[in-house]
């Protein structure tokens, strides 16, 4: 899931898909000196504090403020990436040069008057918590509107039951009830032992959760999920040509499959997410899996060089880091393609607007045609390579509409340790058109998992892609 982590080891909120870990300051012309101040991250709620190669991170809303961590000017930068002065005034960070996104934080004179030591948030008291936890909603989630949701009504509702003798338990039963409702895969509450995330099931989780309660042969649904996914991969496998069927594994099975259909003529590849594609760091580390794309990518165009077009199958993709996800679509471009923009919207406005870029990876791209396959799971960075594939001419999107979350997690914590997130950030295509929450359309529907199909042996999905192809 995109999120951001700001100090890696320190606290966890810098965009994944910019976290690379480990600065290399060779680009960096500049002394640490210049660093020193205040650095106030737009629309994100961050303040840094650089003194005598020390750094401290606040998380601020408009009422609250509260010290998250201290550490050394290094760790930060071990943390963000490449750290470059754009200006006298605006700080950029990137962690590798293909980053399509930058993290910037803008230079002001002084800490606000909130995150004076004086007035800083202290103590764990279920008050403060409750505090921090509804103006940091207020401030900077992005979508109450598009999520249906009365921010105010359930802020109201949340103090009133909010009392000093509430247990941990009580205290997050709140919170989660304040959050229900809210049906966004990048809204979460964290403590130590448990997690809240109000997200509907899509995709083929929906359909089995739904479909489990109708039959009678399966008591344990985690069974009954195993025998549907059998039979969905069964079906599946009777398009590939014999012996052309290649598993590339991950961190959790297979993350790609790639193979031919129609005798060599079309290639297919599935992609499962758009991270866990190493092991390393439990499949989070950006460099590691930035490698692995530039090492399977060259295969796979090798292995599709003399078909006609391509299935690229992302139905059950629920994302991972945006990097990731751009440089696989950098394999279907031969120049620089502008594919949209992002921006921060916070209540108090819209910050660090930028555009969105993708730089060819190679000079032997996919240029054929190539029918991409959406589904409801079809998530987060997933959805950035959708809006991006898009853009693309030779592409074609068919199957179901995206699950409609494309931000990126902003990760805050709360005064008692425990942490939230959610979504700040709008998406737009090249037209100016945001898909939060009502996901990317495809060009052609057609259902991309159901029980109907699965027992009549076919995939209506693939079926579709071979008679556009044709």
């Not at 976290?19 to 205040?38: F, H, K, L």
């Not at 259909?261 to 580390?285: C, K, R, W």
């Not at 916070?346 to 000079?363: I, K, R, S």
């Amino acid at each position: 899931m995109k999120h951001n982590i700001l100090f890696a080891g320190l606290v966890a909120t810098l965009t994944l898909f910019g976290c690379e870990g480990g600065s290399d300051n060779e680009s960096n012309d500049v002394t640490e000196s210049n660093y020193s101040g205040v650095w106030d991250r737009k629309g994100y709620g961050e303040l840094i504090e650089i003194s005598n190669s020390t750094a401290t991170l606040y998380q601020y809303t408009v009422s609250t403020c509260l010290k998250v961590d201290q550490g050394s000017t290094d760790e930060l930068f071990d943390s963000f990436g490449v750290p470059a002065l754009e200006s006298d005034d605006k700080l950029i960070f990137k962690s590798s040069e293909s980053q399509v996104f930058n993290t910037s934080f803008t230079k002001i004179t002084q800490l606000p008057e909130g995150c004076h030591s004086q007035n800083l948030l202290s103590g764990p008291s279920p008050e403060t918590t409750v505090e921090h936890f509804i103006q940091s909603f207020d401030d900077y989630y992005a979508f109450f509107n598009e999520r249906g949701v009365s921010w105010s009504e359930k802020s109201n509702s949340l103090l009133e039951t909010t009392s000093p003798e509430m247990s941990d338990q009580a205290l997050f039963s709140a919170l989660s009830d304040a959050l229900a409702g809210i049906d966004d895969g990048h809204v979460m509450l964290t403590a130590e032992t448990q997690n809240f995330r109000p997200v509907k099931p899509r995709g083929a989780n929906r359909v089995i959760e739904e479909s489990f309660e109708q039959q009678t042969e399966y008591t344990d649904i985690q069974e009954y999920a195993n025998h549907l996914s059998d039979k969905y991969t069964h079906n599946l496998s009777a398009y590939f040509d014999d012996g052309s069927v290649e598993l590339i594994d991950g961190t959790y099975g297979p993350s790609f499959i790639a193979a031919t259909i129609n005798d060599g003529q079309v290639g297919y590849l599935s992609i499962s997410n758009m991270a866990f594609l190493s092991t390393v760091e439990d499949g989070l580390d950006l460099k590691s899996n930035l490698d692995v794309v530039d090492q399977v990518f060259p295969e796979f165009l090798d292995q599709f060089s003399s078909t006609h077009a391509m299935v690229v199958d992302i139905r059950n993709n629920s994302g991972g880091m945006d990097e990731v996800a751009l440089r696989m679509v950098a394999y279907f471009l031969s120049n620089r393609q502008q594919f949209g923009s992002k921006f921060a919207r916070t209540a108090y406005g819209e910050f660090n607007h930028q555009q969105a870029w993708v730089e060819p990876a190679t000079d032997s791209p996919y240029l054929n045609p190539v029918i991409l396959i959406t589904g409801g799971a079809t998530a987060s960075a997933a959805e950035i390579f959708t809006l991006a594939m898009k853009s693309l001419p030779q592409v074609t999107q068919i199957g179901e509409s995206t699950s409609g979350m494309l931000s990126d997690v902003l990760e805050k914590e709360l005064p008692n340790g425990w942490g939230i997130w959610m979504a700040n950030e709008v998406y737009q295509d090249i037209n100016g058109q945001s898909f939060e929450s009502i996901g990317i359309e495809p060009e052609q529907e057609v259902l991309t998992f159901s029980i109907e199909a699965i027992n009549s042996g076919k995939n209506p999905a693939i079926e579709l892609a071979l008679q556009l192809i044709q």
